[in-house]
């Protein structure tokens, strides 16, 4: 065996570990803030723990002491990607750390695979001091384990899916949907289409993208069953029968996935002279559709969106407008610093109509 000379290696690192000892015992844990302590002594301690590589107290076991991670826990369904490419959810994840940051808080993005025993893991594993619900199902089994963890939670969809105990940042889904509805009625259409995300559950995805028959009242994820259901609303104030409108599910909140959708809509003999779409990503897809088959939108077809992400101004979409940044800070502000009365930390937020180019009256001669 080669030997090396001049180093007794067990009595060396021995010593190391000695000298480790005092200096983080003695030493750095005692040290006083930059200033207070005599400027020799203090150059020496840091000096010697550079040569030891000790870079400060162990952050898991300050974590232990405080009992805090200072972290929030975002929970979402949909691939994790969709926190940086969905225009909404950018949006809102930006109002979240706004308000983290100014509370020294980090977020912690959570992804629940579709596999509900791999979700309950992620929960059960995730060091967070809270969670924010951002896009989870209420039927999904984590959310009693969430529950079971004790810590602060804040949702955005359900008011009523944890009870009174958890703070709540909306808006009132249901009523937003049928200001549009009542808008495209209002314009003159009755051959009408419906663009939405997760109408078919199969308890993990969306589906397949296609035109489907279905209640809106047996819709059970909860954005989708109450936008669906306030256009219903409209409808029927109207007397236009929920039979006659199409309804079409896209398996995905993406573009692409609306462009297909509508095509269910507009390659057919009673081609809708409306289709109203539960978000603008949907909408986007739906006017990429229409310019492909050399058609206008406000003209030929009107097209209606919802959330009013940045894209939607410049393509000219009517659609719903929701305060999506300060819903995303509001919701930290009630996990990290919440007020004594809880009904203060229920708050339903105001959202408007924002009529643009894509709807307009409808021109086609009405089927009888």
Known sequence: ???????????????????????????????????????????????????????????????????????????????????FTDPYAVAYLRGLAEAASARETSLLLLNLPKDEAAGRRVISNAAVDAFCLYCVPDWHSALELVRSRGVPVVIGEDPQAFGPEASYVGIDERAAARRLGEHIVNLGHRDIAVVAHWIVDDGVSGGRTGQVHADPDDLRYYVTGERVRGFRDAFLAAGVPWERVVLINAAGNQREEGAEAAAHALD???????????????????????????????????????????????????????????????????LLDPPEDPALRRLTLPVSLVVRSTTGPNTAKEKS
Do not use: W
Request: hydrophobic share 40%; glycine share 10%; aromatic share 2%.
């Open 1 to 83: 065996m080669q030997r090396r000379e001049g180093l007794n290696h067990e009595g060396d690192v021995a010593d190391h570990r000695r000298r480790a000892r005092r200096v983080t015992q003695h030493g750095v844990q005692r040290l006083q803030p930059a200033g207070s302590a005599l400027p020799e002594l203090r150059a020496r301690i840091l000096s010697a723990a550079q040569r030891l590589g000790y870079s400060g107290p162990n952050p898991t076991a300050r974590s232990l002491r405080s009992g805090k991670v200072n972290a929030i826990g975002v929970l979402l369904t949909d691939d994790l990607s969709m926190a």
């Open 268 to 334: 057919r003999l009673d081609r809708a002279t409306a289709i109203l779409c539960t978000s603008d990503v949907l909408a986007l897809g739906v006017l990429d559709a229409l310019r492909v088959r050399g058609l206008q939108a406000g003209r030929d077809v009107s097209v209606t969106g919802f959330d009013d992400i940045p894209e939607a101004d410049a393509a000219g979409l009517t659609t719903i407008r929701q305060p999506s940044v300060e819903r995303g800070r509001l919701a930290g502000e009630l």
